[in-house]
């Protein structure tokens, strides 16, 4: 399991907009993060009064930051920032909350020179709340 500190050391998001908490497992095409939500999340203070619910761009932002630190974590790779190539096929759920755990596993499906293409999926419990195939640039 890496911590935040390890994350950080491969990707350059830091807070508030750093949304993986910790890193469960990770090989050389796949990972498994967690981001804990709590009602501290800046973004609850709009979204909405009343009934917060982690925005949809948020939940596939988070799978993206998942996706970039398996690119990253490549020697090749190492030091670039990956950046949003395009969304697509993109499927919301359900809702995510305070006090849920966002599960996010993603799949490198391909990684080429400057280029890469991954399959997320985000769950709350066994759940499925979102899905995207994200394309990075790096």
Known sequence: ??????????????????????????????????????????????????????????????????????????EENKGKIAYFGGIDKAKFRGKVVPGDTLRLEVEMIKVKKMAGIGKGVAYVGDKKVAEAELTFMF
């Open 1 to 74: 399991m890496l911590d935040i500190k390890q994350i950080q050391s491969v990707i350059p998001h830091r807070y508030p907009f750093c949304l993986i908490d910790r890193i469960e497992e990770v090989s050389e095409n796949k990972i498994t993060a967690i981001k804990n939500v709590t009602i501290n999340e800046n973004f609850f203070q709009g979204h909405f009064p009343g009934e917060p619910v982690m925005p949809g761009v948020l939940i596939i932002e988070a799978m993206a930051q998942a996706g970039a630190y398996v690119i990253l974590s490549m």
